[in-house]
């Protein structure tokens, strides 16, 4: 059992508690009184962080020390070794039900038969979670390992490849293949620095040319030139009438045999303008005749082609669009083609000059010298230019496979080093492990869900939290208008009859977080005689009817615990718990002496922090709030100098002492405003009363909590509320006196 709580600081209005010595320890059974905003509900927070194990998301730098009466301590340092408890407060009721919706978590209620049961379901759901740890561990790992490979692959190509070849579009994509390539034997991969700056140097060079064009020969041939020129040469013609002077003179002849075209059909000279002798052109035509015409004819044809073949030409190539190392050969090449070509012009020039004479000697055979034909030799030459031209092109061609070779040495020689350097294959062997572990791992956490949802159908099911629940509502309410069923989604709903209930009173909200909370404590999770319960304020907004219910069911229900703290702002609650207590305890009135019972009272000091004291012997001694909210403003009265201690609550003590007054003397429904004028005939020290009680007591904001009542303002107020009553009726008032006395 925990004896007492050692120290709180830095949890809300407990910023540095320390138990008092005056304090006795806690009991079995603990009584905690105070009023609202004293710290009853706090002090119940403080107990749930050790319930869930968790420090409270408002106060994480909070300090709690809890002493147990085996000489062990629990603290917010170690949360996971802290004993069972369980917490019912506002932050319960909040995480578990939601009234708006009518609906709140379902609970599992187990027998002793499956106890055995369970403790296996919680070690398949202890196994789940360290399974669920691994496999997140195990994945951070993984994704972390190969995070690390992809950096470092974008790093080895951009650094090495993509930089020093100024190649843009390279990344590890193109970089990653490489290393699958070489990863197996990678020192077969690496290369000496020399060829590495030799490749880097291939790669980077810039002198490549364009492939050029073989050279074709479109020349006329020379041989069949000589065999046409040979055979026009050994032709001759006759003529039926023969001029002798022509024929003595052939540039006469042919200037004539010209100038004959030209006076077809004339009468006149064309070159001297006289008339034409009479038989002049018929004697020519004698001369020349149709065989002649054809000869010449022949002839000009000849000397026109002839005329061509001298222009023809072979185009080449300039000498810079050649590699360097291929230039004399060409200039050699190209030199010896046109000395060729120049002796086939010297060949055509000699044919033109007999074509020329054969026109002029058209009745002589003239003798064809002999020829070299050119054409062979020229062919020779062109094929020698073109071997130029394929070594050109073939380097050309080996340029760039020269430039993917080099490329693809140096890929493969850093992504070898890449493999050495970065633990490439150990890595990838962890990855694929991890994987590996991940796949068998996640399905052993499939055949743990199985079993552990065959363990939970095995096991008693919602259906049992309702019904128990429900047993408990209708011992409050005496009926089973309100109840809780199981949805289609397992979860609970609280209904009104047939309907989802939703606008519930803040009596029923009570009772069924109330009932719902004893329900989840008698889960059969944890034994009750191993269960240290804190019960905060249960009875807010229940009639007496059901606060003797609330009573019973905590007296019936609990009173097996370990451990039980009760908390309450109710005097009427507290004197039902107190009259269990004193049934108990053998002292019945030596509260010093109490063994299973102790009764502690919760109050707000002068500067707002709360602590823990002894209870009030007037809270034990009187059975109603009233004699005791009297007792404290006479014992307030009649101090000399005032009780500093109680200024911060004073407020709240003479409006609920007054509000009690005018209930008892006044039985009207009007409130206690509406009583003061009677209470208090003279209308300023009702005003002043008045705005005593309504400021002080009502006002819950933090500058609340800093402000405390002027002395000589309470003790006027005090005295004119006791000069109330006893105005109003002395005998009462003496019977007051006495009572509070005695």
């Known amino acids: 059992m925990i004896r007492r709580i050692d120290h709180i600081k830095n949890f809300g209005v407990y910023r540095d508690f320390y138990w008092p010595k005056n304090l006795s320890d806690f009991k079995q059974f603990n009584l905690i009184y105070g009023w609202n905003y004293s710290g009853k509900t706090t002090l119940s927070r403080v107990f749930r962080c050790f319930e869930r194990k968790n420090l409270h998301p408002d106060f994480p730098c909070a300090e709690v020390r809890l002493l147990a009466d085996n000489g062990n301590s629990h603290s917010f ?50 196994e789940r979670d360290m399974l669920h740890l691994d496999i997140t561990s195990n994945q951070q790992k993984k994704e972390t390992k190969e995070e690390d490979i992809e950096k470092a692959l974008t790093r080895y190509a951009r650094d090495h490849i993509k930089v020093p070849l100024a190649l843009l579009n390279y990344d590890k994509r193109r970089f990653e293949p490489r290393v699958n390539t070489c990863k197996e034997k990678p020192d077969e991969y690496l290369l000496d620095t020399n060829t590495i700056d030799r490749y880097i140097s291939v790669y980077r060079s810039k002198d490549e040319k364009p492939s050029l064009n073989r050279k074709v020969s479109k020349l006329t041939s020379i041989s069949e030139l000589i065999s046409i020129t040979a055979s026009l040469l050994a032709r001759t013609v006759t003529a039926s009438e023969p001029i002798q002077r022509l024929k003595e003179n052939p540039t006469i002849e042919r200037w004539v045999n010209d100038g004959l075209q030209i006076h077809d059909d004339e009468a006149v000279c064309q070159f001297c303008g006289h008339l034409l002798p009479r038989d002049l052109l018929d004697q020519l035509e004698g001369h020349f005749s149709a065989e002649y015409k054809s000869l010449m004819g022949d002839l000009v044809n000849l000397g026109r082609t002839i005329e061509e073949a001298m222009k023809e030409k072979i185009p080449l190539d300039h000498r810079n669009d050649f590699y360097p190392e291929l230039v004399e050969r060409f200039v050699v090449e190209e030199s010896s083609l046109n000395n060729t070509l120049s002796e086939r012009l010297c060949a055509l020039q000699a044919l033109e000059r007999l074509v020329r004479a054969k026109q002029t000697k058209a009745f002589d055979v003239i003798e064809l010298p002999m020829f ?52 490439y294959n150990e ?22 869900e199985a079993e552990i949802e065959k363990l939970e159908r095995d096991l008693s099911d919602a259906a049992k939290g309702s019904e128990r629940i429900n047993e408990l509502l209708s011992a409050y309410f005496g009926k089973n208008d309100l109840r809780v069923t199981v949805s289609s989604e397992k979860r609970f709903q609280i209904v009104r009859g047939t309907n989802v209930a939703k606008n519930l009173s803040e009596g029923e909200r009570t009772a069924i977080a109330f009932a719902y909370f004893i329900t989840r404590v008698q889960d059969g999770q944890q034994p009750l005689a191993e269960t240290r319960i804190f019960i905060d304020d249960p009875i807010s907004s229940l009639d007496a009817n059901h606060l003797f219910n ?118 009207l429904s009007i409130g206690l405003k509406g009583k003061m004028d009677r209470i208090f005939p003279d209308e300023v020290v009702r005003e002043k009363v008045w705005k005593f009680i309504n400021n002080y007591s009502h006002n819950t904001t933090i500058t609340r909590s800093l402000t405390i009542p002027d002395m000589s303002e309470c003790k006027l107020v005090v005295r004119s509320c006791l000069n109330a009553i006893q105005n109003w009726n002395s005998d009462y008032y003496l019977d007051l006196v006495k009572e509070v006395e005695s």
């Open 77 to 126: 340092l170690d949360l996971q070794t802290t004993p069972v408890f369980r917490v019912f407060n506002s932050d319960f009721i909040a995480e578990n039900l939601s009234f708006v919706e009518g609906s709140a978590a379902p609970i599992l209620v187990f027998g002793a038969d499956d106890i055995a049961k369970q403790e296996e379901l919680q070690a398949k759901k202890t």
């Open 372 to 423: 070299d034909d050119p054409d062979d030799q020229i062919a020779a030459k062109i094929e020698a230019i073109n071997n130029v031209i394929d070594s050109h092109n073939q380097r050309t061609i080996a340029f760039e496979k020269n430039r993917n070779e080099a490329l693809l040495a140096l890929e493969k020689h850093f992504a070898a080093y890449f493999v050495i350097e970065e633990r």
């Open 427 to 448: 890595t990838k062997k962890e990855v694929e492990t991890l994987e590996l572990n991940i796949d068998n791992q996640s399905k052993k956490l499939c055949e743990l």
């Open 550 to 667: 609330t009573y019973a069911l905590i007296k019936t229900q609990l009173s097996g615990c370990c451990q039980l703290f009760l908390s309450t702002h109710s005097f009427e609650f507290f004197n039902l718990i107190r009259e269990w207590a004193v049934d108990d305890e053998k002292n019945k009135k030596d509260y010093a002496l109490w063994k299973k019972w102790g009764v502690v009272l919760v109050t707000r000091m002068d500067d707002g922090e709360a602590v823990l004291e002894p209870i009030p012997k007037e809270l034990l001694k009187f059975k109603s709030e009233y004699h005791f909210l009297f007792s404290t403003l006479y014992q307030f009265d009649n101090s000399a100098t005032g009780d500093y201690t109680s200024l911060l609550s004073l407020p709240n003590v003479v409006r609920r002492f007054m509000e009690a007054f005018g209930g008892i003397m006044i039985p």
